[in-house]
């Protein structure tokens, strides 16, 4: 008795063994590193690993002032490119390769000086083309709560009637989706319709800002549909760690991916700076 069941013991360990062989061996789980073919991924390997760089320590020139690296911009680019891929990765560089093609320029995948000041020129293309200066007929005077500083005279409240009513509806979309506290200061409007005379007195106090700084013939603030918004950190400071700051707060993030519904373009050196385009 004891043999038959020895035997019987052999016999269901040899079955559950070539049972195993049989059956395919789990796969180990790695990090996935792209969402592309693999012949894609390592076509733009190279173009990822020089973008890691570049993404730093590009070195090119705007508003007369030198600027360096572009991550002060990853979610504009990643707008622009209709991509939600982290920028260091192949995948990014494949959708830059893909924007560059659509743009006529050559398709390497790499954000280099030459892809990226063409991308500014798109969205320096996209802001407001009308400048011509407000009427007093097309203004309106929002309320001392709608502004950053409700201390702000009548005159320095004053926004285009249309970009205050779009304005209106797209904070309300805005706080509802963030669902931040009435008395939050995101969204709240820092500066709008700036006269001539004020934005001289403003260039006379900032002689350094640069033709990236304040406008002094045609800026869109003359025309009452510029909005200067409350998006965190320091109002107004263009130093590269405030702006550090602004483009990684919940505001920013969802004017870059909401504004647009809204007829708002931004001014990509301010992220603070919202001009109405319909």
């Known amino acids: 008795m004891r043999n038959l069941k020895l035997q019987i013991a052999v016999i269901v360990t040899a079955l559950a063994v070539a049972a ?36 730093n320590d590009l070195t090119w020139t705007f508003g007369g002032k030198q600027q360096r690296g572009w991550y002060l911009y990853d979610l504009l680019i990643e707008r622009t490119l209709d991509t939600k891929h982290d920028p260091i990765t192949s995948d990014f560089a494949a959708s830059v390769a893909s924007w560059q093609k659509r743009r006529g320029i050559r398709a390497d995948g790499i954000l280099d000086q030459d892809a990226l000041m063409a991308m500014v020129s798109q969205w320096q293309g996209n802001r407001l083309k009308n400048r011509a200066v407000a009427t007093p007929d097309q203004l309106l005077t929002a309320p001392p709560a709608d502004f950053y500083d409700p201390s702000r005279t009548d005159e320095l409240r004053q926004v285009e009637r249309n970009t205050y009513a779009a304005y209106k509806e797209m904070i309300a979309a805005a706080k509802d989706d963030l669902k931040l506290e009435h008395a939050s200061s995101y969204f709240k409007i820092v500066s709008s319709y700036r006269s001539r005379e004020y934005q001289e007195n403003l260039r006379r106090k900032s002689p350094n800002a640069g033709s990236a700084g304040l406008a002094v013939n045609n800026s869109p603030h003359f025309t009452g549909r510029a909005l200067d918004l409350y998006v965190g950190g320091d109002p107004v400071d263009t130093k590269d760690a405030n702006r550090a700051i602004q483009v990684n707060t919940p505001a920013y993030r969802w004017l870059v991916q909401n504004a647009e519904r809204f007829g708002f373009r931004p001014y990509f050196y301010e992220p603070w700076h919202w001009e109405y385009v319909r």
Not at 23 to 43: E, F, H
């Open 20 to 55: 195993s062989a049989q059956s395919p061996r789990p796969v180990k789980k790695t990090s996935a590193v792209s969402t592309t073919s693999p012949a894609a991924t390592s076509a733009f390997a190279t173009a990822a690993t020089t973008n890691v760089t570049l993404r």
